[in-house]
């Protein structure tokens, strides 16, 4: 019997001895609250009583994917497709990257769409502090309404945000690119 142990005993002391094995370390301390990244309907255009949406949580971000997570969608009346917003904190920048290439795949594919995702000029001179971005704009064909999309990569953070333009302007969605920006950038500033 103790023959048929050695194999194993042998096995375990090599893992041991060589240093393979696998560690955990927790993620580290998130640089603010990740409540306060989140637009609300205040930050929306017009009058924030014309906004709706559930508060925001880790329900509204609908990926499983980081240490900690939280999104939000607003709507207007006769109108379920206003504004989406998502934020994903990471372990750390590399996964984080990871993650940003994984949904602008996803993010920008035609599918739902009439054409080629464009960037208009009022959104391509943004001056951002996002390690990596992507802004684009497309028909959404179901409604034939107007969307553009931000996905960002911040640090360990990833942030997806998409408005339907119903009777807005693309200057409207570079105010609330431009205010998530503000906020995580001054999240991730040195304190």
Not at 4 to 27: E, K, T, W
Not at 45 to 69: C, L, Q, Y
Not at 115 to 124: D, H, R, V
Request: proline share 6%; charged share 25%; net charge negative.
């Amino acid at each position: 019997m103790i023959h048929r142990l050695y194999p194993l005993i042998i096995l375990a002391l090599m893992v041991h001895l060589s240093g393979c094995y696998v560690r955990f370390d927790p993620p580290s301390e998130a640089p603010c609250p990740i409540e306060g990244l989140v637009l609300t309907s205040e930050d929306l255009p017009g009058n924030s009583d014309d906004w709706f949406g559930e508060a925001p949580s880790i329900k509204g971000a609908p990926s499983t994917i980081g240490v900690e997570r939280i999104g939000v969608v607003y709507a207007t009346l006769g109108l379920f497709d206003g504004v989406l917003h998502h934020i994903y904190r990471l372990m750390d920048e590399k996964s984080a990257k990871k993650a940003y290439l994984d949904m602008e795949e996803e993010d920008f594919q035609l599918i739902d769409y009439l054409n080629e995702w464009e960037l208009p000029a009022e959104l391509s001179q943004l001056p951002l502090s996002a390690d990596r971005h992507k802004i684009g704009c497309n028909i959404y064909s179901e409604s034939g309404s107007k969307e553009c999309r931000f996905l960002a990569q911040y640090g360990p953070y990833v942030v997806q945000f998409s408005i339907r333009l119903h009777g807005l302007e693309v200057n409207d969605v570079v105010r609330l690119i431009e205010e998530i920006d503000s906020r995580m950038t001054e999240c991730l500033s040195p304190k």
